[in-house]
């Protein structure tokens, strides 16, 4: 069973960075497309970005040239890079894995202050 635990959430001020960090266990990672997405309060859950399992990101219009998605196969682990971050990124973060199905971690909050 496939399992994602996120780390790295946080309280930072605008223009701050922070890293999310997802380790996977359970299956082969390297067949996994992984992914991050968000919740904020009374909105639905969106992609941020995600990376095919070979390696092809792909990120919403609204974090592009600010936050960098990238995975570590030797260490089953995924991470999302988040610059300049802005009160708008506020959200709880949900790591994501496809394949067979989809799996998601428990989420971590982010919060932006102005």
């Known amino acids: 069973q496939v399992q994602l635990v996120e780390s790295g959430g946080g309280l930072v001020q605008a223009g701050g960075s922070l890293r999310l960090s997802c380790s996977f266990s359970?299956?082969?990672?390297?067949?996994?497309?992984v992914g991050w997405y968000r919740q904020a309060p009374g909105k639905q859950r969106d992609l941020v970005a995600r990376?095919?399992?070979?390696?092809?990101?792909d990120y919403a219009d609204s974090v592009k040239g600010r936050f960098t998605i990238s995975r570590d196969n030797a260490k089953n682990t995924v991470y999302l890079q988040m610059n300049s971050l802005k009160p708008q990124d506020t959200a709880v973060y949900y790591c994501?894995?496809?394949?067979?199905?989809?799996?998601w971690g428990q989420g971590t909050q982010v919060t932006v202050s102005s």
């Open positions: 359970g299956s082969i990672f390297t067949l996994y497309r």
């Open positions: 994501n894995a496809n394949y067979d199905n989809d799996y």
């Open positions: 990376m095919t399992n070979r390696g092809t990101p």
